[in-house]
């Protein structure tokens, strides 16, 4: 029953924070440290309760999905086409390929998401400064140029250090380039969809020889709740961005760092 209890914690975890500039991952090793759920059965978990997470997004953004599939629309230079999607995906999946292994065993570690989680504040800290007082260019996410896109890309590999976040790092990103919170949230949301899917996948292949019958109940626990409040969680923070800066999640981030320091040491 403990699994079933660390599976819902996890799921809601994993849910609330997986597209706000937070970092899922970094809440989720902190949270599984606390929780003592560690090993292959939560290594199994943390991929299919991410597959939860991006069933929310297809839901929220089906409209968009349909119109972005449409082979008529597939080489568009505007917006989150298939071919602006493949370029801002190219950098981090390039990265992830060529440092997988150094990624999965020296940086998932409550230190290394500490400096993850400091970092990645000061940064969206930054660029909101950098912003400030100033007239968004792209308000749009259908109006997101491909050179654009390219750079979103660029930023989302800062994403590959736990802790830092992928929609923290692209939104701020954005805000450099002169892109609107809300468009570059949605920008971030639908590139996220595929990225993640061939990063669950990968994953996937190398632990799903350990997964057992009795894994079953605890997995299908965690991909629901982390789907339910996945689909709330996007659309609250959508409205959010509406009126509000990023600037908030940052001091959050810095709390949940200091948290964590004096938690494991």
């Not at 250090?161 to 920008?187: E, H, N, Q, V, Y």
């Amino acid at each position: 029953m403990y699994e079933y209890f660390c599976a819902l914690v996890v799921g809601i975890v994993e849910g609330l924070t997986e597209y706000i500039p937070v970092s899922s991952t970094g809440h989720m090793i902190i949270v599984g440290h606390m929780l003592g759920f560690e090993g292959t059965l939560a290594d199994l978990f943390d991929v299919f309760i991410q597959l939860g997470a991006i069933l929310s997004v297809l839901v929220v953004y089906h409209e968009k999905f349909t119109y972005i599939l449409n082979t008529h629309h597939w080489f568009r230079r505007k917006g989150p086409s298939v071919f602006n999607i493949c370029i801002a995906m190219f950098p981090a999946c390039l990265m992830g390929l060529l440092f997988h292994g150094f990624i999965k065993h020296r940086l998932f570690s409550p230190t290394t998401v500490i400096i993850g989680l400091v970092l990645g504040g000061i940064f969206m800290i930054v660029a909101e400064k950098a912003r400030k007082g100033k007239e968004f260019a792209v308000t749009d996410v259908d109006k997101i140029s491909t050179k654009q896109s390219f750079i979103i890309g660029l930023f989302q590999c800062l994403s590959l250090w736990p802790g830092f976040s992928r929609s923290g790092s692209t939104i701020a990103g954005s805000l450099l380039l002169g892109i609107s919170r809300k468009a570059g949230a949605d920008f971030t949301f639908i590139m996220a969809v595929p990225l993640m899917f061939l990063a669950c996948f990968y994953d996937l292949l190398k632990v799903i020889g350990s997964l057992s019958v009795s894994d079953l109940g605890v997995l299908a626990v965690g991909f629901v709740t982390a789907f339910v409040v996945a689909y709330a969680s996007i659309l609250w923070f959508l409205k959010f961005l509406n009126t509000s800066t990023l600037t908030g999640f940052a001091i959050y981030r810095f709390f949940v760092a200091a948290f964590a320091l004096v938690y494991f040491w």
